[in-house]
């Protein structure tokens, strides 16, 4: 993949860290200001965060308590209605906000840390280890995600943790590739060069001159991976592996299909836990592409793969393996 | 030959997946500790005699790599296992799923692709327009609804209008072909539409960027001077070379649609390989849910594979 990053940036190309620092929290500003679509993602987002936050205080009723009649309609005391067993909706879909995003934000930490590490590692190196790192991650790319996470849920378990850490260690292939294009040109840099004949090590390069490149990135890779993962745990949560003692959105949709909220007329069971799930997606696709976009202009060009937002370049997927 | 080096290099590593894939599938239901079959020789109260015949049974008292080659063998001859469930082999119960989801998948897909085609040529023709607002609107709607809940919403709007589950109705006996079939497209078209709507999204957006990358182009500015018509340059020029970045990311999502259906069946009682993964996940018969990741794993290697040699065929710059 021949990358060409934007050199003309003279705030992220200093040696100055309090200069560069500087630059990127005005270059955040200047994203929100200069792309709505940035603003409305971010909003969204911190939107979600804040009710997650506070869900414990801004619940209206007990998410494990009856306290009406079952499939009880919307009216002024339940404004979403109640479920199959009496329980509040709006105070459920807020616990839901909480412990989704928790997976979402959880599940993403481990595929960064996984991706990020290999790309890292790969686009580094160089060599035969670059050469093997991405033929594996070749391999995991084509294995379809949903059955083999049913596969590792099965087999260790469906508890919170189990669930986390199934949907961390599958999202990591798309992260780990762009980490390691960006990487790979990064290390040709004439700064990073410089440095290096000044004698430092692999691990102050890397950790002083090309993590902080790369970190805008990561951050964007990070919001698009959170709504991969939060749509991930409610298809786990469909098929029957989610936790049973925690409510996600997830768990909400599985519940009004399970007991028949459809058949029941019930409505309000289910769309809202579906239209919550789709409305941060929108907002975490917008922020993310928003990032991106501003990053590399190069990216522009690049497209979406269906479900996975992973943004690759034009050009055959072949070129970078080799 | 050059094409002929990028044509065994695919299929290598088609054929390496492929058997990266078996192993792991191996790894994960035998080796680990805990895993699927050393449970089932936890029997409680079980004598010891009948532990060591249950070993012996599946062949856990040979040491691992003979296994591992006992596995392969049984593998290349075809054998599955016998499921937990039902006591018969999975293979015969596979074929019949795998009948079943092709035709309502292929149906939902193709009409995927065709709506995808229009609405994101559409949007990149009328770019910053209403016509872009509204198909890139709807389309990223779609793309962020869960699958299950979109069938679930189908399911509310159509209930009465169309049957909500199934493959066909139990109580009709006595049809002739043609009523079996109607009763079949009418039992597909919920599941299907399903399918279709939430690839839709997607495809529709990576069209329309696909599009407005050749629409840039200098040789569509050249078509134009050349007094071609909008179609034909569309048709001739824009979208052709926008079939190759689409080409690449459908195939590279087929992932996904796995994903997808298992849903959509699960939805929609539908019997075919993702309500059997959903059965076997349930009542945790592992030799099903082995064999059908397997099946499923190898059907997207072998659909990427057949991905990267149409790619060859739509641009024969790749072998360079």
């Known amino acids: 993949m021949s990358d060409v990053l934007p050199l003309q940036d003279p705030g992220l190309a200093t040696e100055d860290p309090g200069a560069a620092r500087a630059s990127r929290g005005g270059s955040i500003w200047k994203l929100l200001r200069e792309r709505p679509s940035a603003l409305l993602g971010g909003s969204i987002l911190i939107i979600f965060i804040v009710i997650a936050l506070l869900s414990g205080w801004i619940e209206p009723y007990s998410t ?5 009649p079952v499939f009880g309609h919307p009216s002024a ?3 979403l209605g109640l479920d199959d067993s009496g329980y509040d909706m709006v105070s459920l879909l807020i616990e839901g906000t909480k412990v989704s995003l928790i997976v979402g934000f959880a599940a993403t930490l481990v595929s960064m840390v996984i991706g990020g590490g290999i790309g890292m590692i790969s686009g580094y190196f160089g060599g035969g280890t670059d050469t093997f790192l991405m033929r594996v991650t070749d391999y995991f790319l084509v294995i379809p995600d949903i059955p083999l996470m049913m596969v590792l849920a099965a087999l260790f378990g469906s ?12 999202l990591w292939t798309g992260t780990a590739r762009v980490i390691r294009s960006q990487v790979k040109s990064l290390r040709e840099r004439v700064y990073v060069k410089r440095a290096r004949s000044l004698g430092a090590g692999n691990w102050r390069l890397i950790t002083r ?12 890779n990070t919001v698009l991976t959170v709504a991969v993962a939060i749509f991930d745990e409610t298809a786990l949560s469909f098929l029957g592996l989610g936790d049973p003692s925690k409510v996600t959105w997830g768990s909400i949709i599985e519940h009004a299909f399970e007991r028949s909220a459809v058949s029941a007329g019930a409505w309000w069971a289910l ?14 696709y917008l922020l993310g592409q928003a990032i991106e976009d501003a990053l590399n202009p190069r990216l522009k060009v690049a497209h979406l793969t269906t479900r996975g937002f992973k943004v690759r370049p034009l050009v055959g997927r072949e070129k970078g393996a080799s | 030959m050059k094409r002929g080096d990028y044509v065994v290099k695919r299929v290598v590593f088609a054929l390496i997946t492929i058997f990266v894939a078996i192993t792991l599938n191996f790894f994960l239901f035998r080796v680990l500790p805990g895993s699927a079959v050393t449970n089932i020789a936890r029997v409680p109260h079980a004598s010891p005699q009948l532990i060591h015949s249950l070993e012996r049974e599946f062949g856990l008292d040979k040491p691992k790599w003979e296994q591992y080659l006992l596995y392969l063998d049984n593998l290349a001859h075809g054998n599955l296992g016998i499921s937990f469930a039902d006591q018969q082999p999975v293979s015969q119960h596979i074929r019949q799923d795998l009948a079943n989801t092709i035709p309502m998948l292929s149906l939902g897909t193709v009409v995927a692709i065709l709506m995808g085609l229009v609405s994101g040529v559409v949007a990149a023709w009328r770019r910053g327009g209403l016509g872009d607002y509204a198909s890139s609107g709807v389309a990223l709607f779609l793309y962020s609804f869960p699958t299950q809940w979109l069938g679930l919403m189908l399911l509310i709007f159509f209930a009465g209008l169309l049957p909500a589950g199934g493959m066909s109705n139990p109580f009709a006996f006595n049809q002739t072909y043609v009523q079996h079939l109607e009763d079949l497209l009418r039992h597909m078209i919920l599941p299907s539409l399903t399918v279709a709507l939430t690839l839709y999204g997607g495809y529709t957006l990576i069209v329309r960027s696909a599009m407005l990358e050749t629409l840039g182009e200098d040789y569509v500015l050249t078509a134009r001077a050349k007094g071609l018509s909008n179609w034909a340059v569309i048709r001739r020029h824009a979208l052709r070379n926008a079939m190759l970045p689409t080409v690449t990311l459908i195939a590279l999502g087929l992932g996904s649609i796995v994903g997808g259906f298992i849903l959509v069946e699960v939805v929609f009682s539908w019997p075919g390989i993702g309500q059997a993964a959903y059965e076997a996940v349930v009542q945790r018969d592992y030799p099903m849910l082995q064999a059908v990741f397997l099946v499923l794993t190898i059907s997207v290697v072998l659909f990427n594979l057949l991905a990267d040699l149409l790619y060859l065929k739509l641009d024969p710059r790749v072998s360079e």
């Open chain 1, 64 to 68: 494990n308590q009856q306290v009406g």
């Open chain 1, 271 to 284: 769309v809202p836990a579906g239209v919550c799930v789709a409305i941060l997606t929108i907002g975490c």
């Open chain 1, 209 to 220: 001159h090309i993590l902080p490149q790369v970190a805008p990135l990561l951050v964007a």
């Open chain 1, 77 to 79: 005391r339940h404004w």
């Open chain 1, 159 to 170: 508890s919170l943790f189990n669930i986390i850490l199934v949907i961390g260690i599958i």
